[in-house]
């Protein structure tokens, strides 16, 4: 990877206002979604945003691609600022149709992202004829049939002739894929793309991603709530784990260093959360002080880990880390991985709350 990135995020927030019932007053409660990510994506690069439910990782995945809009920061493609071209706004040397091309998705339930009104091959051949007008309709259909193959739906013929409902979850999956690549895109975005497969078919889905992200010259950004899988999608590809915490992007870095060398709390609870992933420590409970997820329309001050990590100190309840370099191409946001002083020499929040315990016990 080297020159100027593919997309870069500068200082991204997506807040969303939940909205207010009829009887309701005052300001609406806003849900910090993403809260302040910068990250660069380069030609032909795989990241994998892992968390928990509503951590804020497709959010951020769709912010990427230019599908939601941010409330703070910027989002640019090849330097372009994506919603500047989008509003018209400014000198444009990039036209937005162009933009959107180059950045596609792949959602988590292909079934309702098809036609169920069209056959595969009138679906397949609608970019073709958005973006390659000059196309004769039996070049299409060849290219339709061609990929069709490459993905494995064989005979391709068949396949083209049928509806989304006359295919399995793992078929409609390969159809979404084999669109969005036919729009020749730049960049990806799988949205927990084998999520709904069965256990059996989600490495054979992941080394097909793998291979036509190699064929294609094509960078993804997956999406994942399991580890394994981001590990696997990752270490393959010579891409990244971004490791996703209440909005906050608070580790990022190569796939066996995040999994075998974790720098952030959070990670360490993650990797010991995956069965397949912790088979190497003796620890029997979880390395963290509660399960509770802090509610997201209210996040807690300063790190927003701090009031479920075992190494919390006052200084993690004060101030939020920057993401600091820990090693090549990995980051972590943690005071711990720095020479903080007031860090190290502020108390610990274990041995508080341990105390209050303790006083509520007696």
């Known amino acids: 990877m080297s020159g100027d990135p593919l997309v870069s995020l500068d200082g991204v927030e997506v807040h969303f ?59 640019r493609y090849r330097g372009q600022d994506v919603w500047d071209a989008k509003d018209g706004r400014g000198d444009v040397d990039i036209p937005h149709d162009e933009i959107r091309r180059s950045l596609q998705i792949i959602h988590q339930d292909p079934g309702s992202a098809l036609n169920p009104n069209r056959r595969v091959m009138k679906i397949l051949e609608a970019p073709l004829k958005r973006w390659q007008s000059g196309m004769s309709a039996g070049d299409r259909r060849r290219e339709v049939l061609s990929m069709l193959e490459r993905v494995g739906m064989t005979p391709p013929e068949d396949y083209a002739g049928r509806y989304p409902h006359q295919l399995s979850g793992g078929e409609q999956q390969r159809v979404a894929l084999v669109r969005a690549l036919l729009m020749d895109p730049d960049l990806i975005l799988a949205d927990e793309a084998i999520s709904a497969l069965d256990v059996s078919l989600r490495v054979e889905m992941m080394d097909l991603l793998l291979e036509l992200q190699s064929q294609f010259d094509t960078s993804f950004v997956f999406v994942s709530h399991d580890l394994s899988n981001a590990r696997y999608l990752a270490a393959h590809a010579g891409g990244r784990i971004g490791v996703m915490y209440l909005g906050r992007l608070v580790e990022i870095g190569p796939a066996e260093r995040i999994i075998n060398d974790p720098k952030h709390p959070y990670t360490k609870v993650l990797r010991w959360a995956t069965p397949d992933l912790h088979g190497d420590t003796d620890a029997a409970e979880p390395p963290v002080r509660t399960i509770d997820v802090p509610d997201p329309k209210d996040p807690p001050s300063g790190c927003r880990f701090h009031t479920r990590c075992p190494e919390a100190r006052e200084a993690c309840r004060r101030a939020d880390p920057e993401r600091v370099a820990v090693g090549e191409r990995h980051e972590a946001a943690c005071f711990r991985e720095g020479d903080d002083q007031e860090y190290w020499s502020s108390p610990s929040l274990t ?12």
């Open 17 to 75: 206002e939940e909205s207010q019932g009829l009887l309701e007053f005052g300001d609406p409660d806003v849900v910090r979604a993403v809260d302040g990510v910068s990250l660069e994506i380069e030609e032909n690069d795989v990241v994998a945003f892992v968390g928990e439910s509503g951590c804020g990782k497709t959010t951020l995945g769709k912010t990427a691609i230019g599908l939601q809009r941010p409330t703070g920061g910027s989002v």
């Open 351 to 362: 041995d508080e709350s341990e105390s209050a315990d303790t006083a509520s016990t007696d």
